[in-house]
T-cell receptor, first 115, second 112 residues
Framework: AQTVTQSQPEMSVQEAETVTLSCTYD???????LFWYKQPPSRQMILVIR??????QNATENRFSVNFQKAAKSFSLKISDSQLGDAAMYFC????????????FGTGTRLTIIP | NAGVTQTPKFQVLKTGQSMTLQCAQD?????MSWYRQDPGMGLRLIHY???????DQGEVPNGYNVSRSTTEDFPLRLLSAAPSQTSVYFC???????????FGSGTRLTVV
């Protein structure tokens, strides 16, 4: 069974600085998707970024980018120029659209932004 | 475009009562799932569906029932509520081609 591990329960960063959240996963498949979701205090789950395993290029969305290391089964999220609105729980997730359609989540990392 | 709509947002039940959490999506997504979120445990899958008429169990299915009679709707039934089912429940949907789950706003359920 697939597992997703987030080893940093909490992280903090100064406003305007850069922070990296870690995620590792375990799978025997070669074709899959990885995601980062953000959950602010409002409780809403927001898709931040998506990476398809067959794509070697790391995904980016504005200030958010990933470092996808397929061989190492590592998928970290880098947030540049951190803003107060980035404060949230961040969840890493794994899924496959054909064969394992459901998502498997890590336990999350709580990110605090220090003004 | 409403996305994924969950009702109710809050609910208090007495032990032994039954209820249905509603979930509807208007994106014509094939995949739908129910998760529960408990402190320190991330999101755990309860049941999921890959299309109308098809459902399967997730990681924590006991005490819950689902059906998927239409593409749009995926209700979650609590058969006999227990305090251990106190949690936040999320419904989510995804397309098969444009794969990436969209979540509803959640239901906070308290069983007393």
């Amino acid at each position: 069974a697939q597992t997703v591990t987030q080893s940093q329960p909490e992280m903090s960063v100064q406003e305007a600085e850069t922070v990296t959240l870690s995620c590792t996963y375990d799978t025997s498949e070669s074709d899959y998707y990885l995601f980062w979701y953000k959950q602010p205090p409002s409780r809403q789950m927001i898709l931040v970024i998506r990476q398809e395993a067959y794509k070697q290029q790391n995904a980016t969305e504005n200030r958010f980018s990933v470092n996808f290391q397929k061989a190492a089964k590592s998928f970290s999220l880098k947030i540049s120029d951190s803003q107060l609105g980035d404060a949230a729980m961040y969840f890493c997730a794994y899924g496959r659209p054909f064969g394992n359609e459901k998502l498997t989540f890590g336990t999350g990392t709580r990110l605090t932004i220090i003004p | 475009n409403a996305g994924v709509t969950q009702t109710p947002k809050f609910q208090v039940l007495k032990t032994g009562q039954s209820m249905t959490l509603q979930c509807a999506q208007d994106m014509n997504h094939e995949y739908m799932s129910w998760y529960r979120q408990d402190p320190g445990m991330g999101l755990r899958l309860i049941h999921y569906s890959v299309g109308a008429g098809i459902t399967d169990q997730g990681e924590v299915p006991n005490g819950y029932n689902v059906s998927r009679s239409t593409t749009e709707d995926f209700p979650l039934r609590l058969l006999s509520a227990a305090p251990s089912q106190t949690s936040v429940y999320f419904c989510a949907s995804s397309g098969r081609v444009d794969y990436g789950y969209t979540f509803g706003s959640g239901t906070r359920l308290t069983v007393v």
